[in-house]
């Protein structure tokens, strides 16, 4: 994999000099991506599942054909995709169209304490309304995810275990790791959540060897556009699925009188409530977000033709090794990777200073026009139980070279002198 001609298919990276370290974030987009969401609405542009004009159709074909893309990526069905804005949305979704109706009083979710707010407030505020017990997995003080607290946490009385497949702050877990977190769910029967924003492109994901019963991603962490994300739902879960936003498109039939939302659904006698569609629609209310789901589309097609997961993962090391070996050329500067038995590649690395906050690194690094992420990372918990304010986190994606990490150590290089 060649990261300098893959920069090239970047219009911002290639006509600036901003060395972008900030991936994890958002990563940047590609022209196949910019002109396929511009051509869709120069050429197709027409509401979905609802005109009955050739227009219409052909923005629903589409529309339906990237519902196709997201499934093949993924190994999934399109029927278990669900069109989402992001992967907070993804999250919500689970919570209030599954969980909500389904845990109760006393059921307990597991999770680990590291998680980003999207897949951690969600739950605190389910579990304060149906009164649900959350038990957090501990981080070691070396900041690896304590397996044996996560297996001894499920019991079964653990009905979610919901985690990041991999860490916004600390990068990946070894695979090992995942695989036992998965059997020990299954063992007991627990669901299983996982937040794939980080992961989804930087290690390959198959949902038919995967066990998990919920994915949830966005699209402009894998050069997509924002505004739109992914919810995958296994289809075993079909029938527990309730709905969450309310209105068009996601319901087969509607009358005036009902006063109990899903209940037709719950009774399956109420003709007078409304009859919610099958799954995926049931679960995209109003007019779906058409040119992003094209330009998640053309993403994933870029993505397809461009990169090989284990090449990426090598050209990620490659600059993991060599930015951590500059790092450590600072003895304030405390390393927030941690060391597995197994080895793991990482597309991040989080750090902080003894002697600078996180903020002016960032504020330093930024005059050299190098842009990295400093902060919380919406994950205040475990910043405070490490006892720090804020870190800085460099990201990258296939598209960061060398001369990346270079310019970034040279600005970093020249705060210390
Ligand atoms: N989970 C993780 C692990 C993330 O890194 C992010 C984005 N920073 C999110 C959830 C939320 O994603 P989004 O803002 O696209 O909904």
Known sequence: ????????????????????????????????????????????????????????EQATQLYEDARKAVADFINAESQEIVFTSGTTDSINMVAYAWAADTLKEGDEIVLPESEHHA??????????????????VKLTDDFKLDLNDFLQKITHKTKLVTFALSSHIFGNYPQEYIRAIIAKAHEVGAKILCDAAQAVGHMKIDMQLSGIDFLAFSGH????????????????????????????????SAQLGCTQLG???????????PEWKEMPYRLEAGTPPIAQAIGLHAALSYFKEKIVYQELAE????????????LKKHDDIVIMQPRYEQPVHNHL?????????????????????????????CAQPIHQRLGIVASVRVSFHAYTTMHDIDMLCHALDQLYK
């Open 1 to 56: 994999m060649n990261a300098l001609h893959i920069k090239q298919d970047f219009p911002l990276l290639r006509s600036s000099s901003v060395v972008y370290l900030d991936s994890a974030a958002t990563a940047q987009k590609p022209d196949a991506v910019i002109d396929a969401i511009s051509n869709f609405y120069r050429t197709s542009n027409a509401p979905v599942h609802r005109g009955i004009y050739a227009l219409a």
């Open 119 to 136: 897949n951690l407030l969600v739950w605190q505020q389910l579990a304060h309304r149906n009164k649900l017990v959350i038990n957090y």
């Open 263 to 273: 209940c037709a659904q719950l009774s399956g006698e109420q003709l007078s409530c």
């Open 221 to 252: 962490k894998i050069f997509g556009p924002t505004g739109i994300g992914v919810l995958y739902v296994n289809k075993k879960n079909f029938s527990a699925m309730g709905v969450y936003r309310i209105g068009g498109g996601m319901v087969q």
């Open 315 to 326: 050209h990620e090391d490659t600059l993991t090794k060599h930015l951590l070996e500059r």
């Open 349 to 377: 690395v989080s750090f902080y200073s003894k002697k600078f906050h996180a903020h002016d690194i960032a504020a330093w690094l930024s005059q050299y026009n190098v842009a990295v992420r400093a902060g919380h990372h």
